[in-house]
Nanobody, 113 residues
Framework: QVQLVESGGGLVQPGGSLTLSCAAPGSIFRVNIMAWYRQAPGKQRDILAYITPHGTTHYEDSVKGRFTISRDNAKNTVFLQMSGLKPEDTGVYYC???????WGQGIQVTVSS
C-alpha cells in the first residue's frame, strides 16, 4: 500500500552513466534494507543490489564494480549510480523495501546507440 517514488531513468549510450533515486517514507526507510531490482521485457524481476540501514552493501555479480547503491537517511532516499552501462542493462528498474510490500512505480532505463 506504500508506493516509493522513483526518478532518473532515460535513454543512454553504451558506456554511459545514469543515477536513479528512490524516496520512501521515513518510518520504514531508516529501519529496513533497501534494494534495487530490474525487470527486462518477458523476464522475471531480479535483485541487483541492496543496502542495510548501517550502510552495508551487496551486489549481484553482473553489476559489481559498475553500480553503486547508497542511501541518504536525512532525505529518506536511496540511489543507484550506474556507469559502464551495457545494452543488457536495459529494463524497468524498481526500488523496494525488504520485508514489506512497498515498491517504486518502476522507471525505464534503455541502453542503446
Amino acid at each position: 500500500q506504500v508506493q516509493l517514488v522513483e526518478s532518473g531513468g532515460g535513454l543512454v549510450q553504451p558506456g554511459g552513466s545514469l543515477t536513479l533515486s528512490c524516496a520512501a517514507p521515513g518510518s520504514i526507510f531508516r529501519v529496513n534494507i533497501m534494494a534495487w531490482y530490474r525487470q527486462a521485457p518477458g523476464k522475471q524481476r531480479d535483485i541487483l543490489a541492496y543496502i542495510t540501514p548501517h550502510g552495508t552493501t551487496h551486489y549481484e555479480d553482473s553489476v559489481k564494480g559498475r553500480f553503486t547503491i547508497s542511501r541518504d537517511n536525512a532525505k529518506n532516499t536511496v540511489f543507484l549510480q550506474m556507469s559502464g552501462l551495457k545494452p543488457e542493462d536495459t529494463g524497468v528498474y524498481y526500488c523496494h523495501v525488504f520485508n514489506t510490500v512497498a515498491w517504486g512505480q518502476g522507471i525505464q532505463v534503455t541502453v542503446s546507440s
